[in-house]
């Protein structure tokens, strides 16, 4: 069912469209959905009403520029109805085809491409995470050793206990 299944849009003005399908009794095996809606637009007189329209106003003999576009239902699966709005557009977003239809298979493709994308991504950042953690523990934690610690303190004691006995010890004159 399609509420309104007709109606008139002025400019700048905006229309919600319910679409309700029937419940089947057993989805696709491959989820594919087969059903598409025809959404038909063309200009009318302004200030019109849906009753003033005459019959043929969306037929092509008379020589009327009709618009159509062509959508196609995308399933989601019943666990992700818990997503958020933007998951769910995100997820069923479509894409317009040269032809004039929207088509979910470019759409399903072209997430399933950024999906790869961004598994790839990071798989590459754990690797580069591995290698600097490798190099960390190689190069002994960044800083001094204790050893060379040790052996500046020991040279700085002698040097210091030199230079008190040269200054302390007596001139003769």
């Given at each position: ?8 849009i002025?400019?700048?003005d ?6 309700t399908?029937?419940?089947?009794r ?17 200009a009318?007189?302004a ?17 009327r ?17 818990h ?55 190689q190069?002994?934690?960044?800083g ?5 610690v ?15 006995l040269?200054?302390?010890s007596?001139?003769?004159?």
């Open positions: 069912f399609v509420r309104p299944n007709t109606g008139v002025h400019p700048w905006s229309c919600v469209i319910r679409v399908l029937q419940a089947q057993e989805y696709p095996p491959d989820m594919q959905c087969r059903d598409k809606f025809l959404l038909q637009s063309t009318v007189p200030n019109s009403e849906v009753e003033d329209l005459p019959q043929d106003t969306f037929t092509k003999d008379n020589g520029v009709i618009e159509e576009c062509k959508l196609r239902v995308v399933y989601a699966s019943p666990n992700s109805a997503a958020s709005g933007e998951d769910i557009y995100s997820a069923a977003r479509t894409s317009l085809n040269g032809n004039g239809t929207f088509s979910s298979d470019d759409a399903l493709k072209r997430v399933k491409e950024e999906r790869d994308a961004a598994v790839r991504q990071t798989q590459q950042l754990q690797q580069e995470l591995e290698m600097l953690k490798k190099r960390r523990l190069s002994g934690g960044g001094f050793s204790f050893t060379f040790l052996l500046v303190a020991v040279i700085g004691i002698v040097l210091g206990f030199l230079s008190k040269l200054l302390s007596p001139t003769s004159a």
